[in-house]
């Protein structure tokens, strides 16, 4: 589904500058273009200039297709019109992957891989820190979205266009590989006669914050791998220790206020007004029964149905926050053996951080924890709680769909059918100019990612 039509317009010069042959092994727009004699080649670019476009396009896919994919296969919204309807019904086919696919593979990764070549061979090492840990948070994303991707054999260009798959549960230990090569980088004495700065819209050069970002993703490995092993919940624990203190570390990408760099719900709702509801999705109908002070924050529930806090111009897509990070060290503490009282404090902390981050009065945060904050007695019972606030904290965030593929909470009845999807298709083009090396046997319940159990 093509809806980022004013991003593509405003980012698609830059792109074509730097792209370098085919995407995992598909052909499309960008690789089919002849070389243009008027464009600069990739030795005159900069890595200033090509992080912007990667941030910008990992912003657009989150908060676009993945997003309302995601959305849709949990209930937070509801599909009420055209494609949507059909999306919140479990129809998908696999060209409805197709962009979010291309949009991986060359938008993201390829320019991705363009800039750690430049900035290992002229020791740019603050920059290849950076890139290294963009790389592993889409392909974190991508791997709880698909399972097994291509990746090792993948971003060759025309050296190998049709690249081998690799397993989910090894991809893991791929991403945790990038995170310490890029946290060394960053920690390198030395960062280099080019370092980020204005540019980077994540956190402005700042290494320190990169460095939490990535300690942060290690500890979502961890905890998505935690159920039945407290080892992982411990590991888990570790990393959130040395990641983000509060909301001024939260990994986010903030949008424009015009009408050509506006957050991509808002320009989808601009665009397919009336396809997805907000006010009619689990979310607000879970927030009403709760009195929860966020409602009114984030859904317009009048007849106008309107996204609000998400859903501005401006609006941030999060990539990872301060608040899931303390619903994870709740979670983790269970799994680790701690206890009922020590979790509590984490959950509270959780829904107090999601609540601050939205401008929620101190006193309505009060009332709301005196009736919601005390976890039962029960460990099975607590986590299933923690994640239920979690699936409310994590509005439109692709993690909650993960975090409810984890708990199996909160219990969701199927649309159709008896099963919630648990993964995406693989995109037609795969199948097109791939089908040797995709997977077999593959539907939205089956092969589950490794960690689904």
């Not at 923690?386 to 593929?405: F, V």
């Amino acid at each position: 589904m093509k809806v980022e039509h004013n991003y593509k317009q405003s980012v698609i010069c830059v792109l074509i500058l730097v792209l370098l042959g085919a995407a995992s092994c598909k052909k499309s727009f960008y690789s089919d273009v002849n070389v243009n004699p008027n464009a600069p080649s990739s030795a005159s670019i900069v890595p200033g200039v090509l992080l912007p476009p990667i941030e910008s396009a990992i912003g657009y896919l989150q908060g676009g297709d993945l997003s309302r994919f995601s959305s849709l296969n949990i209930q937070q919204v509801k599909g009420i019109g055209n494609q949507a309807d059909g999306y919140y019904k479990y129809i998908y086919t696999s060209q409805d992957f197709d962009n979010v696919w291309a949009n991986i593979y060359t938008a993201v990764l390829e320019n991705d891989n363009i800039l750690l070549q430049m900035s290992e061979a002229k020791g740019y090492h603050a920059y290849a820190g950076v890139a290294r840990i963009l790389r592993a948070y889409v392909l974190q994303v991508t791997v709880d979205t698909w399972g097994s991707v291509p990746y090792s054999k993948a971003l060759q260009g025309a050296g190998n266009l049709k690249p081998a798959f690799d397993s989910d549960k090894q991809l893991y230990d791929t991403i945790g590989r990038l995170l310490e090569d890029g946290i060394a980088h960053l920690n390198n004495a030395d960062p280099g006669a080019l370092v980020p700065g204005d540019e980077d819209a994540l956190y402005g050069g700042n290494s320190g914050k990169w460095i939490k970002f990535a300690h942060a993703i290690k500890a979502r490995l961890f905890i998505h791998q935690s159920k039945g092993d407290a080892a992982m919940a411990a590991n888990a624990l570790e990393e959130i220790a040395h990641s983000f203190t509060g909301n001024g570390d939260n990994a986010r990408y903030v949008f424009g206020s015009t009408e050509t760099t506006a957050n991509p719900w808002y320009q989808f709702n601009q665009q397919r007004s009336g396809q997805i509801g907000f006010s009619s999705g689990n979310v607000a109908k879970m927030m009403k029964d709760l009195h929860d002070p966020r409602l009114p924050i984030l859904i317009d529930t009048s007849k106008k149905d309107a996204l609000l806090y998400y859903g501005v111009t401006d609006a941030p897509v999060e990539l990872i926050t301060y608040d899931e990070l303390q619903f994870a060290t709740a979670e983790s503490v269970l799994r680790n053996g701690g206890s009922i009282a020590a979790a509590q404090a984490f959950y509270q902390a959780a829904i107090t951080a999601n609540m601050s981050k939205l401008g929620v009065k101190d006193a309505d945060i009060t009332a709301y924890l005196a009736a919601n904050g005390t976890l039962p007695g029960n460990v099975d019972a607590a986590i299933a709680q923690i994640a239920t606030q979690g699936y409310l904290a994590l509005y439109l965030n692709p993690e909650a769909w993960t975090l409810w593929r984890r708990t199996n909470s909160p219990a969701l009845t199927p649309v159709t059918g008896t099963s919630v999807p648990r993964r995406l298709l693989y995109p037609q083009t795969e199948y097109s100019y791939n089908k040797a090396n995709v997977p077999a046997s593959v539907t939205l319940f089956s092969p589950k990612v490794f960690w689904d159990k």
